[in-house]
T-cell receptor, first 113, second 108 residues
Framework: EPEVTQTPSHQVTQMGQEVILRCVPI?????FYWYRQILGQKVEFLVS????????KSEIFDDQFSVERPDGSNFTLKIRSTKLEDSAMYFC???????????FGPGTRLTVL | RKEVEQDPGPFNVPEGATVAFNCTYS??????FFWYRQDCRKEPKLLMS???SGNEDGRFTAQLNRASQYISLLIRDSKLSDSATYLC?????????FGAGTQVVVTP
């Protein structure tokens, strides 16, 4: 069964450093998403991406965040200058339609020291 | 008011019993509705989509009431492996809003 994959599984970084989180969505999906979950809290929407551009973003997704689809398979989330409060689990998801079911990757646990 | 509200539980359920819980959502323009399950420190896994006509998948039955803006989930013949946090999820133009989850603990 096709699945979303994410790398790395755990990333530790110093405050102020840049991080890039990587995702490989399900191959025939066209809609891509990033969510985050701070420990003990609910899953929060960050951004949606379709046709090589951002469709929607949340208030969390400020200028420090960017997304890119650098090739036909990868989808990345970059945080330019990490803050302590960026520590969270980051989930990538994909779907084959704008309102269809979304399938989540296993997540990247980001720890900012 | 929270976008999606759920009873956090925990719901302690004897193995083989039936458990039901629901959630409410605030945005009447919501377009899509789902139940996901999440095991500790893992990703949300899709359990089922939810429709106004109601839908069933094995031991799981989900129902959507658009007029009252609530979504329900019923689990029959609970298994130990059903222990998890169940996330009520509401979508609009692909943006998913998650509830904080209802914890279910199935006991032998």
């Amino acid at each position: 069964e096709p699945e979303v994959t994410q790398t790395p599984s755990h990333q530790v970084t110093q405050m102020g450093q840049e991080v890039i989180l990587r995702c490989v969505p399900i191959s025939n999906h066209l809609y891509f998403y990033w969510y985050r979950q701070i420990l003990g809290q609910k899953v929060e929407f960050l951004v949606s991406f379709y046709n090589n551009e951002i469709s929607e973003k949340s208030e969390i997704f400020d200028d420090q965040f960017s997304v890119e689809r650098p090739d036909g398979s990868n989808f990345t989330l970059k945080i330019r200058s990490t803050k302590l409060e960026d520590s969270a689990m980051y989930f990538c998801a994909s779907s084959d339609g704008g309102n269809n079911e979304q399938f989540f990757g296993p997540g990247t646990r980001l720890t900012v020291l | 008011r929270k976008e999606v509200e759920q009873d956090p539980g925990p719901f302690n359920v004897p193995e083989g019993a039936t458990v039901a819980f629901n959630c409410t959502y605030s945005n009447s323009a919501s377009q899509s509705f789902f139940w996901y399950r999440q095991d500790c420190r893992k990703e949300p896994k899709l359990l089922m989509s939810v429709y106004s006509s109601g839908n069933e998948d094995g031991r799981f039955t989900a129902q959507l009431n658009r007029a009252s803006q609530y979504i329900s989930l019923l689990i029959r013949d609970s298994k130990l492996s059903d222990s998890a946090t169940y996330l009520c999820v509401v979508g609009r133009w692909g943006k998913l809003q998650f509830g904080a989850g209802t914890q279910v603990v199935v006991t032998p």
